[in-house]
């Protein structure tokens, strides 16, 4: 059997505005009415020779990877919490033991969250092709195969086919990112792919590499599964030790050093969608070659995306450009400098600007909620329950709040202490205060979304004013 195991830890600066790390590019519709995460899943349903999906993921994001999983009908083997990001080696090696402990004989398929598939069924044919090599011990990647001499990748060189294998060839070995005269070599060639990042290798083959050629690595992983635990639906990887595992990738940890490294050209319309250049690439266009989303007006434009996601948005005059517009920030670029918005994430970290982090709306498991507006003493917030949804049982030491239901019932539980908590119900248009240090709890009881505004007045309003007593969520 063949177990697709999603890494899901990305957080897509180079996509910033819309990508961000709370609330990263693989959880977004990028391309489609689904988000990337959800493309990805469903490109290998369980089915005869392949297994559940399992997806590892920041901890941050396991509400909304599992919450998206279920809406699109994926139950997981598994959705594994890493507590810090220590790139694709060491989860890798988590994904092997836990494919080994469901299947000592299993394949792993491990997928990026974030890559565009054209066309999946011509993906599928090249893991099909290449699970004949994983089952006879070889560590399988997936070559892109280039149209043009980018600089951008990674490139894989391929040698000989392997023995009684089509379409699948031994390494030569992998090269970093070349410059243009490079490039237009290897093209030429055509002994050279593109480094998708994708691999497909039977677990205990993989352990066994691992542990010669990176032991400290599978010692990390080994531990952080032993001495990690569940939470919900999730698993928890322990902290401790899995913070003892080099930031390493897959490709230098393993992939550059075994003998066994294999590759199968892969030609299904695959892009990393790294950048918003890359994204234009892949998008529809008008005659002017212009990608555009959202409420947009352009005139004598050319070769530019525009994304409007809150608001109009006039482009006049602009050629080669990225416009995309957030609620509560703009980025306007050339194309030819987009490998640049990283740098733009990483200074508005440094100045502590939240707009580096999170978005204008703040997704939680029951819910998101959005800033309207603040200033000293009070804010306002836009809260959405979803149908069944249930913020924790808590309380606040230096605020009150006022709430008023918008649309959708409300169950409302307060009081002043445990013992004298009252439950209300409101329909839209009537509205409830919680004073200052109450007890109480906002709850949607229907199946139709509730919308609340939250005006929120005192001498603090963080987040982190809460004390909880009681939450469905664990947290």
């Known amino acids: 059997m063949i177990y697709p195991v999603i890494l899901s830890g990305g957080s897509g600066t180079r996509l910033w ?18 988000t990337m995460l959800q493309e990805t899943a469903l490109r290998f ?51 092997a033991l836990h494919v080994q402990s469901v299947d000592p004989e299993g394949l792993v398929l ?21 699970a004949l090599a994983a089952r006879a011990g070889q560590m399988v990647t997936f070559g892109i195969t280039p149209d043009r001499p980018e600089t951008g990748y990674g490139y894989i060189r391929r040698n000989g086919a392997l023995d009684g294998m089509e379409s699948c060839y031994a390494i030569e070995g992998f090269v970093e990112k070349p410059d243009l005269e490079t490039a237009e070599t290897y093209l030429a060639s055509g002994d050279y792919y593109w480094n998708s990042g994708t691999f497909l290798f039977r677990a205990t083959d993989f352990l066994a590499e691992l542990k010669r050629l990176a032991p400290d690595i599978l010692k990390a992983a080994e531990a952080a599964l032993d001495k990690g635990h569940s939470d919900l639906d999730f698993r928890r990887l322990d902290a401790d030790a899995f913070s003892t595992a080099p930031s390493i990738s897959i490709d230098y940890a393993v992939m550059e050093k ?30 002017d070659g ?11 434009t050319r070769n530019t995306l525009v994304r409007a996601e809150t608001r109009l948005v006039t482009v006049i005059g602009g050629e080669d450009l990225i416009v995309v517009e957030s609620a509560d920030a703009v980025l306007v670029a050339s194309k030819a400098a987009d490998q640049d918005v990283k740098l733009a994430v990483e200074a508005l970290k440094k100045a502590g600007r939240p707009e580096a982090i999170s978005h204008a709306t703040t997704h939680r ?68 205060d919680i004073p200052l240090g109450w007890i109480h709890r906002l709850e949607n009881p229907t199946g139709e979304p509730l919308i609340i505004v939250e005006v929120q007045s005192g001498s603090y309003l963080g987040e982190d004013d809460i004390e909880r007593f009681d939450d469905q969520y664990g947290r």
């Open 17 to 34: 505005p819309v990508s961000r790390a709370l609330y990263p590019k693989q959880l977004l519709p990028m391309l489609s009415d689904k």
């Open 45 to 95: 349903p369980e089915s005869a020779g392949f297994g559940p999906t399992s997806v590892i993921c920041n901890a941050e994001h396991r509400f909304a990877v599992a919450e998206q999983l279920q809406s699109a009908g994926i139950k997981p083997s598994a959705i594994m919490l890493e507590p810090v990001g220590r790139n694709s080696a060491p989860a890798a090696a988590v994904a």
């Open 110 to 130: 491990l997928l990026a969250s974030d890559h565009r598939i054209e066309r999946p069924d011509v993906f599928r044919a090249a893991v099909e092709t290449g």
């Open 258 to 287: 075994t003998a066994l490294g294999a590759v199968v050209p892969l030609d299904a319309g695959w892009s990393d969608v790294g950048s918003w250049s890359a994204l234009w690439a892949v998008q529809e266009k008008d005659a």
């Open 290 to 300: 212009n990608a555009v989303q959202g409420d947009v007006w352009l005139h004598n």
């Open 365 to 432: 498991p029951w819910g998101n909620y959005r800033n309207i507006d603040s200033g000293d003493g009070y804010q306002v917030k836009r809260i959405t329950v979803t149908p069944g949804g249930r913020l924790s049982l808590q309380s606040h030491k230096h605020r009150a709040e006022h709430w008023t239901v918008i649309s959708g019932k409300a169950r409302v539980t307060r009081g002043p202490t445990m013992d004298r908590l009252d439950v209300i119900h409101l329909d839209a248009d009537q509205s409830v």
